[in-house]
């Protein structure tokens, strides 16, 4: 019986915490939809690439945050980081992809630059801060937003358990 009142309220929890459903997640004010999500996660798929949702939202929310800082900050990103983006995930370069693919793309593109050593720290430090300050809400059935980390924190569902009922 108190499992099910856990899981009763765990399901109010998460119904309370996301009042419109549509949304993915809501990033400086701006709604990622669900709809945008299954549109990345289709552009994917169509090119055989097969993406789990709060992973492709990840990039989606930081590419959400980062991209005006970049552009804002005159960081450029050169076509062949692009281009290795897309055959890292197998993605046709050539095809036509939705506003948000190419979007996590160009953060991609840019976090490859930023491993390449390409930028020094002052370059990339407002993208990083603006990261650590980003005002993220996540819809609860992907996780919860780790701003310390600029991830989605994996579910914890401590109301399923392995325990056999003693009768």
Known sequence: MKKLVALVGAGLLMAACSANPSSAAQVNGETITIAELAQVQADFQD???NSL???VLNMMINAE????????AGLSVPEEMRQTVFSQLGLNPDGEY???TDEMIDFLAF???VQQGLYTADEINPVLTALGEADVEVNPRFGTWDSENF???PLVRDYVTSEQPSI
């Open 151 to 153: 991830a989605i924190a």
């Open 53 to 55: 949702a709060d992973g």
């Open 111 to 113: 976090t490859l630059v």
């Open 98 to 100: 939705s506003a948000a």
């Open 47 to 49: 090119n055989g690439v």
């Open 65 to 72: 945050v980062a991209n005006e800082i970049i552009a804002d």
